[in-house]
Each structure stands twice: as C-alpha cells, then as structure tokens.
C-alpha cells in the first residue's frame, strides 16, 4: 500500500507539472513579487488572465512538440499532449479567448493593446521554432521563452505603476529574466537525451552539455551578484531582492551538482518551484 500511494503521488506530480501547472504557480509568485516591488495592488482578474496566458503559451509549445513526434516521443509531456491534443486544443482556445475578453472588460486599453502585441509575438515565435525544426535551424527557445515569460508577467503591473520604473526594479526585472533564460539551459542540459531522440532542438542539442553547463551557471551567477547588489543598495525593498537571492542561489544548485538532480527528475522539481518562492511575500 504505501508504495502504491508513493507510485499515485509520482503520477499527480508528473501530469502536474506535464501540464505547465508548475509553471503556472511559479508565473503568479512572480506576479506577487512585481505587484509587492512596485507597492501597486493588481485588478483581481489579472491573476486568472494570467494564469491563463502562461498556460496557453507553454500548452501551445508542448502540443507543437507532440505533433512533431507523435505517439514515438520519448518524453512524456509530449506524448500525453499528442494523446489528448484535441481536447487540450479546445481548452488552449478557450483560454486564450477568456483572456482576451477578461482584459477588455475589465481593465485598462493599454494592457489590452500591449496583451495583444506581446500574443502576436508569442505567435510568430512559435510558428518560427516549428518552421525551426523542420529546416534544421535553432530558434534559441530557452532566451525567447524567459523573455516573453517575465514580459508578460510585468506588462500590467508596469501600467498600473505608470511612472518611470526606479532602476533598482528594472534591474530586478533583469535578474528574473536572467534565471528564467537560465533555468530554461538547464532543462535542455538534463532532458538532452530525450531532444536527441526526438530529434527535437534545443541550445544543448546544438552546442553540447558543457556549454550549456557553462553559460547556465555564468548567467545565475551574475544573477546573484546582481541581487546582491540591490539588497546592499535597497531600503523599503530588501525583503524581495533577498528573496531573488535565495532564488539565485537555489537554481545555481543544478548546474553545481548535475549527477544528484538529474535522479528522478529532481531538476525540474527544484527548477520550477524555485519560482514559487515570491509567495513568501504574502506573509
């Protein structure tokens, strides 16, 4: 019995986290972090709009990658998004339009205009990594997605502020795009074999573990300088740039000890919910 609750709550935390919910809760922490920095308080619908439109954009990617490989692909989140890719379709739609229709009923013009724009990106990036993998080129996924993930986490914060960003803000925004771009090399570095298999592309396929190893750990440590920095240089906002810190230090565990998170998926439990750690502002 108790390792068929073991082998039940393995299931649970892998469809969880197959399904982009890990993400999803590490989009919101963030969003508690922008609000918390800039001392705004957010329009309540901004939360599900969000939660939503990270979902779809990462739902989006994995069902492009199941229709690549179909029923043969070696990682699991893709093949269970081929297997249930009509009804996942249906929902990614669904989501996409409630966002849509949440913004322009209930908040602000601009946030619609720059919702829209930043969705034609996430599009056009899209259509040209799938372009990308059947001509062979590499789209460098891992920087775009951080880009577009951090953007759009701070899109309507930014409008709600609508004053110049202080510089110690703008240079937190940096440091969470840094470890996203980074988190994401350290997927590619663990989940290279099965890319490989699928014939599928990524910054490791293209220029190898070491290099992926290299600039990963390179980029979260700048991040952590650069958090350092802004806790020597803070007042009000201490408690946060602590925090990006401790973010810093926890994903620069991956590319430090590779051997022991690459066990049983280790790395993308510590590589997600690392991001969940701006929840601590609640409190």
Known sequence: MPDDKKGFAVLLLRLFQSFSLDVVGG????GVFATKVLGITANGWWWLVLALSVWAVYTGDHLLDGYQQKQWATMFRHRIHYRFRYFLIVLLILAAFTSVALVALFMERRILTGGIFLGLGVLIYLGLNYLGRKSGFYFHKEFFISLFYVSGIWLAPV???????PGQVVAGMVVLFLLGWA???MMAYFEQRFDEDDHAQSF???Y???ATRKLAGLLMILAMLLSLALILSADSLNKAFYLLFV???LLFLLPAFPAFFKK????RILGEFSFWIPFALLF
């Open 247 to 249: 973010l810093s230090v």
């Open 204 to 206: 490791s396929t293209f």
């Open 159 to 165: 409008i709600w502020y609508n004053k110049p960003l």
């Open 264 to 267: 049983n998926g280790y790395y």
């Open 183 to 185: 988190e994401g090399l």
């Open 208 to 210: 190898g573990l070491s």
């Open 27 to 30: 989009s919101l922490a963030m």
